[in-house]
């Protein structure tokens, strides 16, 4: 019968019309975010060995690398550079570091009102503790390799 | 002295029916299409030129911003390339392949399920364009549960898959495809069966089948032609060989038709994605590849078959580890350019439909 | 209960005028009427608050959002904030727009919405005008909305505003012709093109029930007389960009919109008179106010509307010509012609 599918149309968003709303209310209902999410990056410092594996792994030359020999003629990092504002969001870097120190956060709410603000210094906030000297242990070496 | 004449209308670049910055400068007669230019390249990156500054492993997340609203596929398409170009395409492990395909089918259904919603937007049924959206971005969710990312997901690699699939990814996912059927039903009922909407897309530009090899379309809009082609059955890549699924063919290659193909395929790739569910292996997802990547010389033309159409990869190789040249064959680039003949003599309004029937993605045509 | 009510208010004023305050008794007349308009304009700015806050949250439920519900209760204050954006932003006028038609254009159309309201009844007596020709000059009133439309499409110096005016003129002058013959059925029945008229003959039993298809035709045919889904084709969104009003930005922008729905509340009222009775209360629950019971069945009448908006997509602009031309005047035609035949039938049985 011409006019069926016209009807049909009609219960279908009457039945949406009673049903409970499937949107998420963000500010106050906070996503629920799977654990790969790749948000913002944070470092474990005293985990860095400064290898700089990151910085080549990635397409756009986003990390900035600092580091001086100590007197063991061992490198130690001092300075961490993310320049979030030309960051794909890729990964690379996270799976090229072979201690896991590098890794993703799920903080997403990433806007500045700055252009230069969403740039992130991840060695800044770093305080030397005596912890620190105890050798970093690659944890995973063998998934580390194979990706 | 009274006369008419004809009226130059500017549609676009920014237009809120041409799926992105598309511009096209029609001759109106009345509101009838006297001739239709394409103009193309405003959403050029010459992404083409930054793959021969990036190594084979960095151009991969640069696939997602091709065909942005199927990126996983595009990614598919780029380490399918490499690997043939390495001659590694044997020894990508079972779950790897197993795990691209649920997730390349998924991004088909994703893509599929944008297009039935753009559709409906066109005609302006806001409503369905909502549905449409939700179906998408349950498949998102688990795109983002997977790898990290909703559009953009870089997740495979060459020579296999970046990570496993996390756990109760599988229960997840099932539920989702034994949900899917009735979403589809749920577009037919609001959409295909409307009959207001069968008046619109009904007769609206139609591509004879001549025209569309002539044009050398490629995808489901060859198929809405009544060409019967299809990468994944005829030049099986991947595991495709193990998969049993029809593949639709319209009649008329009208609008309706390319939105009935796109339904239909829909149905099929949920019964693809319930297959490789079942019959998904344990194992590696990751083949033994160096770490550098470090193809022979040579070059190489790999195409799979993408939500859009046959995407290519033209990859010529000097031996280093940046590839010397680049070139991508894009399927809606390739469909764009039937619109000027589509478009003559048709309405306005049917000329938006059939420009959104082509299925059409800016990011892809303009690279 | 109601007709004293209202009438009571109205005699007071008129004799506190007269004599409290010495008008002479044309001069109370003419006060009486103007604070009358006055009650009807804010009555459609008041229905406007509702009426866009109810598109929100019905286009919402439909796509099974939640809508706006961040200022006040459920967002109801959302539209008082955007009134007030909108007076904030900068009135721009295209460059080789024709000024002056296009300054007035969006305020002709108000004009005719709120001229159209003289006659509307709200109640038993709450009306301006009692004509004995009120329905005539509604649907008089009504037709003129199309020059106010064309006016903004042509005056905004743009191609998509001008391809909207052209839609718009087509469509509305289509559309007349059945919405008044649907009507002309209800007019035989009665007897009378006085509304007040119309509402009393239906104390027994609605219009909606001999006059089905009539009910059918003018719903189809308002549609389209509104500019609403599925027949919105002047705006066009999705070829026309937003149509006749592209160029309009700020409280001009406002204005075509506080029209557009004085007019969808204008048509629905006139639905829920001509066919679902009025303000005559269903069931014999007569403790409900008339008032009460007319404002229940115009939001009815409203849902409708949004309900069919919100689930269909656009028709076509030569298959909304040939729906009207071919299907909906030979249809009301028919109507009329059986509503007669039914009439003379009816006559020869009573006598």
Redesign the interface.
């Known amino acids: 019968m011409y006019g069926q599918g016209l009807i049909k149309g009609l219960r279908i968003t009457l039945k949406h019309f009673f049903e409970k709303k499937i949107t998420q209310q963000y500010p106050e209902e906070r996503p629920n975010l799977p654990e790969r999410f790749k948000g913002s990056l944070t470092l474990n410092v005293p985990k860095c060995i400064a290898c700089g594996l990151c910085s080549n792994a990635c397409p756009n030359h986003v990390i900035k690398i600092e580091s001086q020999k100590d007197e063991n003629n061992k490198k130690k990092l001092t300075g961490y550079k993310v320049m979030l504002e030309r960051c794909l969001f890729c990964g690379f870097c996270v799976e090229a570091c072979p201690t896991k120190a590098l890794e993703w956060t799920k903080e997403f709410e990433l806007t500045k009102f700055y252009r230069e603000d969403v740039n992130l210094d991840l060695f800044k906030g770093y305080v030397p503790s005596p912890d620190d000297d105890k050798p970093a242990k690659p944890e995973n070496e063998d998934t580390a390799q194979a990706s | 002295m009274l006369k008419t004449q004809e009226?130059t209308?500017n549609l676009g670049p920014h237009?809120?029916?041409t799926h992105g910055v598309f511009r096209c400068v029609l001759n109106l007669e009345g509101?009838y299409i006297q001739k239709a230019v394409n103009h193309l390249g405003y959403l050029h990156r010459g992404i083409e030129k930054l793959a021969e500054s990036?190594t084979y492993?960095?151009?991969?997340?640069?696939n997602g911003r091709l065909d942005y609203v199927a990126g996983m596929l595009n990614e598919w398409t780029y380490v399918h390339a490499v690997e043939k170009l390495m001659g590694i395409t044997e020894e990508i492990p079972e779950r790897a392949q197993y795990i691209r395909v649920i997730l390349g089918e998924l991004q088909r259904l994703a893509s599929h399920a944008i297009y039935i919603a753009s559709m409906?937007?066109?005609?302006?049924?806001?409503?369905?364009w909502?549905?449409g959206f939700?179906d998408r971005d349950e498949i998102l969710d688990l795109l983002?549960?997977?790898?990290?990312?909703r559009l953009?997901p870089?997740y495979m690699?060459i020579g296999g898959v970046?990570?496993d699939l996390?756990e109760g990814f599988i229960e997840k996912c099932q539920a989702l495809i034994d949900e899917f059927p009735n979403r589809i039903a749920?577009q037919e009922?609001?959409?295909i069966?409307?009959?207001?909407?069968?008046?619109?897309v009904k007769n609206v530009g139609p591509i004879s089948k001549e025209m569309a090899l002539d044009y050398g379309l490629t995808g489901p809009n060859l198929r809405a032609s009544g060409v019967d082609t299809d990468l994944r059955r005829d030049e099986p890549y991947g595991i495709y060989d193990r998969f049993d699924f029809k593949v639709p063919v319209g009649e008329k290659g009208d609008t309706f038709d390319r939105v009935l193909v796109r339904i239909e395929e829909m149905k099929e790739s949920v019964k693809i994605v319930k297959k490789a569910l079942r019959d998904i292996p344990e194992g590696?997802v990751?083949a033994k590849v160096p770490k550098v990547i470090k193809p022979p010389v040579g070059e190489v033309y790999s195409r799979i078959e993408n939500a859009k159409g046959h995407l290519g990869f033209h990859i010529v190789s000097d031996g280093s580890t940046k590839p010397y040249r680049l070139r991508i064959y894009s399927p809606c680039f390739v469909n764009i350019g039937i619109f000027p003949e589509m478009a003559k003599g048709i309405?306005?309004?049917?000329?938006?439909v059939a420009l959104a029937s082509l299925d059409i993605v800016l990011g892809e045509i303009d690279r | 209960m109601e007709k004293s009510f209202f009438n009571t208010i109205a005699d007071a004023l008129r004799n506190w005028l007269m004599n409290g305050l010495g008008f002479s008794d044309t001069a109370a007349q003419l006060t009486a009427t103007a604070i009358w308009t006055l009650v009807v304009i804010l009555f459609i700015l008041m229905n406007l608050i509702v009426l866009v806050w109810l598109e929100r949250k019905f286009s919402a439920f439909f796509q099974q959002r939640r809508g706006p519900n961040r200022l006040g209760p459920a967002g109801f204050l959302q539209f008082p904030v955007d009134i007030v954006k909108v007076l904030g932003k900068e009135d721009i006028i295209p460059a080789n727009a024709d000024k002056t038609v296009f300054k007035i254009a969006s305020t002709c159309l108000f004009i005719t919405t709120i001229l159209a309201w003289a006659v509307i009844p709200l109640g038993d007596g709450v009306i301006l005008a009692d004509l004995n020709i009120g329905l005539f000059y509604f649907l008089a009133i009504g037709s003129t909305a199309t020059v106010s439309l064309m006016m903004g499409g042509f005056s905004s110096n743009n191609k998509y505003s001008l391809i909207g005016g052209m839609r718009t003129v087509a469509q509305m002058i289509s559309y007349e012709i059945p919405m008044i013959f649907s009507l002309l059925g209800v007019v035989m029945m009665v007897g009378s093109l006085r509304l007040s008229d119309v509402v009393a003959a239906q104390q027994n039993m609605w219009f909606i029930v001999p006059q089905a298809i009539a009910f059918l035709v003018y719903f189809v045919a308002t549609v389209a007389e509104t500019n609403r889904g599925p027949f919105d084709l002047a705006e066009g969104e999705q070829e026309l960009v937003a149509g006749y009003f592209t160029e309009y930005s700020g409280i001009r922008y406002a204005i075509w919109m506080i029209a557009e729905y004085g007019n969808l509340v204008a048509v629905s009222t006139i639905a829920s008179i001509m066919f679902l009775g009025g303000w005559n209360a269903p069931f014999g629950l007569t403790f409900i106010p008339g008032f009460v019971w007319l404002l229940l069945k115009i939001y009815f009448m409203i849902f409708l509307f949004m309900w069919v908006k919100w689930t269909y997509p656009r028709i076509r602009i030569d298959h909304l010509m040939h729906f009207g031309w071919k299907f909906l005047i030979p249809v009301s035609l028919a109507n009329i012609l059986v509503t007669g035949i039914g009439i003379y039938v009816y006559r020869l049985i009573i006598g």
């Not at chain 2, 069966?193 to 619109?200: D, S, Y």
């Not at chain 2, 309405?347 to 938006?352: E, K, S, T």
Request: glycine letters at 8%.
């Open positions: 009226l209308l237009h809120p029916s509101e990036r492993t960095q151009f991969i997340p640069y409906a937007l066109d005609v302006a049924g806001a409503t369905a909502f549905y939700r983002e549960m997977v790898s990290g990312q953009m870089n690699r970046a990570a996390p749920e009922g609001i959409l069966g409307n009959e207001i909407f069968q008046a619109r590696p990751m309405h306005l309004m049917d000329a938006v």
